[in-house]
């Protein structure tokens, strides 16, 4: 990624590079977040009608961790407001609120 982009978005690679280790912990907690949660969700459960059942039950559990997600976020509504300045063709508009 960084060979096809990084001539484009230097500071973004810099900030990357530079903050490696926080950056792969923090989204490796939130990952195993979504995990345990994704598990508690359907676990509860004895048996889903249909795997379609399951899918709308973790869509829906994911948009309600989304949510506690995006709250946690130190100053999540200014970094997100930078990744859509850098990555403008990628973020929609109503995405940064």
Not at 21 to 27: A, K
Not at 37 to 55: E, I, P, Q
Not at 66 to 86: D, G, T
């Amino acid at each position: 990624m960084e060979k096809k982009w990084s001539k484009k978005y230097p500071v973004v690679f810099k900030s990357w590079r530079t903050n490696w280790d926080r950056l792969f912990i923090y989204t490796t907690n939130t990952v195993e977040g979504y995990h345990r949660m994704v598990r508690k969700v359907t676990k509860s459960k004895g048996a889903f009608t249909s795997d379609m059942a399951m899918l709308k039950l973790v869509y829906l559990a994911t948009l309600n961790f989304q949510k506690r997600w995006k709250n946690s976020i130190h100053n999540w509504p200014l970094v997100l407001n930078n990744l859509a300045i850098y990555f403008e063709d990628r973020i929609l508009p109503n995405d940064t609120v």
